[in-house]
């Protein structure tokens, strides 16, 4: 039900070299769209509004970034970065396309302890729609979220803990209840 408005994101950004000319000394720049980061998000309407994690959109440059959308039916898009909120640690992207598949939100507030969820994502950056199954153990958590450098980059407060496994690309992926709805 939910794997149609699952999506791949993979961000693109500009990367610049500079080329010095060791015979005159003349320095140029070639400037080069190069992979920065993946991670998948989920359609939340027909008109191509898709959910997923700042830290996914953030890889880039928000005036060069790119994101392209690849979704479960094999067709590609770019989307236009619309918005992020760092507190709650979401991005809102937009494709332009009509009568595409999304998924029902939730209510995360009607989670207990012990709920069965499945988590779905593009594990390790390859493995589109890859899905998951685990528990919610706990709800309310406070975390601090580092970058891959193990860096803290954030902290992020009112979490839900999962013990379904998450992959690096899984990032900004639905956590799906039992009845298909988004929590």
């Known amino acids: 039900k939910v794997s149609p408005a699952v999506v791949n994101i993979v961000v693109l950004d500009q990367q610049i070299t500079t080329l010095i000319n060791l015979n005159t000394g003349v320095q140029t720049q070639k400037i080069d ?28 440059n928000d005036k060069t970034g790119q994101y392209k959308i690849l979704l479960n039916s094999g067709k590609q898009y770019y989307a236009q970065l619309i918005g992020k909120d760092p507190i709650n640690d979401l991005a809102v992207l937009k494709i332009f396309d009509k009568n595409l598949p999304f998924v029902q939100l939730g209510d995360s507030d009607k989670l207990s302890v012990g709920t069965t969820v499945i988590a779905i994502g593009n594990a390790l950056g ?20 580092s970058d891959q450098s193990g860096t803290t980059a954030e902290a992020l407060d ?26």
């Open 126 to 145: 390859r493995y589109q729609n890859s899905a998951t199954k685990g528990i919610i153990s706990g709800l309310g958590r406070s975390i601090e979220a």
């Open 33 to 60: 769209i190069v992979q920065k980061g993946s991670g998948t998000g989920f359609l939340i309407s027909a008109d191509g509004l898709i959910l997923t994690n700042k830290h996914v959109a953030s890889v880039a």
């Open 158 to 183: 009112n979490v839900i803990q999962t013990d379904a496994e998450i992959n690096p690309g899984n990032s900004g992926g639905p956590l799906v209840d039992l009845n298909g709805n988004i929590v």
